[in-house]
């Protein structure tokens, strides 16, 4: 069984920054697809960021790229999301997810942002962005 625990949410003002982390535990984390995921109230869960499982390819949401950066540490089975010059619209419950595959899994590039591709889920952490 895999386990996500994510941490590092909290408030800040517009304009700042957060680091959140993404600890997994269960199988082989360095085979594993990440991403992160955020849900607003009374909106749908919506993809933000996902990594390969070699940390080789990114994927960011239009709404984040060139703000957020996602990275992943197979030495410490962490994957990390950095945000950068949060906005209020940024408010969210953040999910991190994988897929707990095996890296013969390939995917097309589409597919890192479609939510039933992750099979493993942590529990959130709370952003919230003040103006």
């Known amino acids: 069984q895999v386990h996500l625990v994510e941490s590092g949410g909290g408030l800040v003002q517009a304009g700042g920054s957060l680091r959140l982390s993404c600890v997994v535990s269960?199988?082989?984390?360095?085979?594993?697809?990440m991403g992160w995921f955020r849900q607003a109230p009374g909106k749908e869960r919506q993809f933000v960021a996902a990594?390969?499982?070699?940390?080789?390819?990114?994927y960011y949401a239009n709404s984040v790229k060139g703000r957020f950066t996602i990275s992943k540490d197979n030495v410490v089975n962490t994957v990390a999301l950095e945000m950068n010059n949060l906005k209020t619209e940024d408010t969210a419950v953040y999910y991190c997810?994988?897929?707990?595959?095996?890296?013969?899994?390939?995917?097309?590039?589409?597919?890192?942002?479609?939510?039933?591709?992750?099979?493993?889920w942590g529990q959130g952490t709370q952003v919230t962005v003040s103006s």
């Open positions: 997810a994988t897929d707990g595959r095996g890296r013969a899994t390939t995917y097309v590039a589409s597919a890192y942002s479609t939510r039933g591709t992750y099979k493993y």
């Open positions: 269960g199988g082989t984390f360095s085979n594993y697809v």
């Open positions: 990594i390969s499982w070699s940390g080789g390819s990114t």
